[in-house]
């Protein structure tokens, strides 16, 4: 059977807030709304730079497309002023004037077709570029966004990184030359039953797990040896007895 000094007992109590108030501490960073926050805008974030690399390959297709289309229709101009120069030169046989004049029908029939093609391509393009200018805005509004979110994040981190540095500090203090025993019971209960491996008596009831106890049980833990380490019998907890209350 566990002893310990009832004082050392009621000393638990105090190691125990501390070590509830650390837990609270721990969940509060590890739940953070700042935390979901940076997660949903990285997400967003991924989703839009997705967008942007597929924007920025038919941009860059379309440039490619275009400078083809630019590249025909500069032949075909090329072409047209060629034979024009032959005409007007007046060199030409009637039969090779024939065969100029029917040639440049058909190229400017062909530069025609190029040239809707070059606008068509420029329309697309342009459709693409804005689309992806938008895109860039927009995931520059999220970067914005996700820095002041990142900013909130390390700022309440920092605050309760020092509020941890702080109790365990505090913590240390309160469990120096408590007896071990009763500590290394502690600490193996507090992993089992959830971080609380220690509560109150209180009347009848248990502050760990808020049950009242039968009137034979808390007979038994009043009758008990002050320096007899009791245990919850719901729980399975250290209960510690403080003093009664003065009576009036």
């Given at each position: 059977?566990?002893?310990?000094?009832?004082?050392?007992q009621?000393?638990?109590?105090?190691?125990?807030a501390?070590?509830t108030?650390?837990?609270?501490?721990?969940?509060?960073?590890?739940t953070?709304?700042?935390l979901?926050?940076?997660?949903?805008?990285?997400?967003?974030?991924?989703d839009?730079?997705?967008s942007?690399?597929?924007?920025?390959?038919?941009?860059?297709?379309?440039?490619?497309?275009?400078?083809?289309a630019?590249?025909?229709v500069?032949?075909?101009?090329?072409?047209?002023?060629?034979?024009?120069?032959?005409?007007d030169s007046?060199?030409?046989?009637?039969?090779?004037?024939q065969a100029i004049?029917?040639?440049?029908?058909?190229l400017?029939?062909?530069?025609?077709?190029?040239?809707d093609i070059?606008?068509?391509?420029?329309?697309?393009?342009?459709?693409?570029?804005?689309?992806?200018?938008?895109?860039?805005?927009?995931?520059?509004?999220?970067?914005?966004q996700?820095?002041?979110?990142?900013?909130?994040?390390d700022?309440a981190?920092?605050e309760l990184?020092?509020?941890?540095?702080?109790?365990?500090a505090?913590?240390?203090?309160?469990?120096?030359?408590?007896?071990?025993?009763?500590?290394?019971?502690y600490d193996?209960?507090?992993?089992?039953?959830?971080?609380?491996?220690?509560?109150?008596?209180?009347?009848?009831?248990?502050?760990?797990?808020?049950?009242?106890?039968?009137?034979?049980?808390?007979e038994?833990i009043?009758?008990?040896?002050?320096?007899q380490?009791?245990?919850?019998?719901?729980c399975?907890?250290i209960?510690?007895?403080?003093p009664?209350?003065?009576?009036?």
């Amino acid at each position: 059977m566990t002893t310990a000094p009832l004082e050392d007992q009621r000393r638990l109590l105090d190691v125990q807030a501390l070590d509830t108030r650390a837990a609270q501490i721990a969940h509060q960073r590890r739940t953070h709304p700042a935390l979901a926050r940076v997660a949903e805008l990285e997400s967003r974030l991924a989703d839009v730079d997705t967008s942007r690399v597929a924007s920025r390959t038919a941009v860059k297709d379309l440039q490619r497309e275009l400078t083809k289309a630019e590249g025909d229709v500069e032949q075909v101009r090329a072409r047209v002023a060629r034979d024009q120069a032959r005409i007007d030169s007046g060199t030409s046989s009637a039969k090779d004037l024939q065969a100029i004049t029917s040639e440049l029908t058909a190229l400017a029939r062909r530069q025609a077709e190029l040239e809707d093609i070059e606008l068509a391509v420029m329309e697309r393009l342009e459709s693409h570029e804005t689309a992806l200018a938008e895109l860039d805005a927009a995931a520059a509004v999220i970067e914005g966004q996700k820095s002041e979110a990142e900013a909130e994040r390390d700022s309440a981190f920092a605050e309760l990184d020092r509020e941890s540095a702080t109790l365990a500090a505090e913590r240390e203090t309160a469990a120096a030359g408590l007896d071990a025993g009763l500590v290394q019971l502690y600490d193996r209960l507090r992993g089992q039953l959830g971080g609380l491996g220690a509560a109150a008596l209180r009347g009848r009831r248990c502050e760990g797990c808020r049950l009242e106890l039968n009137p034979t049980d808390v007979e038994a833990i009043r009758r008990s040896a002050p320096d007899q380490v009791v245990r919850c019998e719901e729980c399975g907890r250290i209960l510690v007895r403080l003093p009664e209350p003065a009576k009036g």
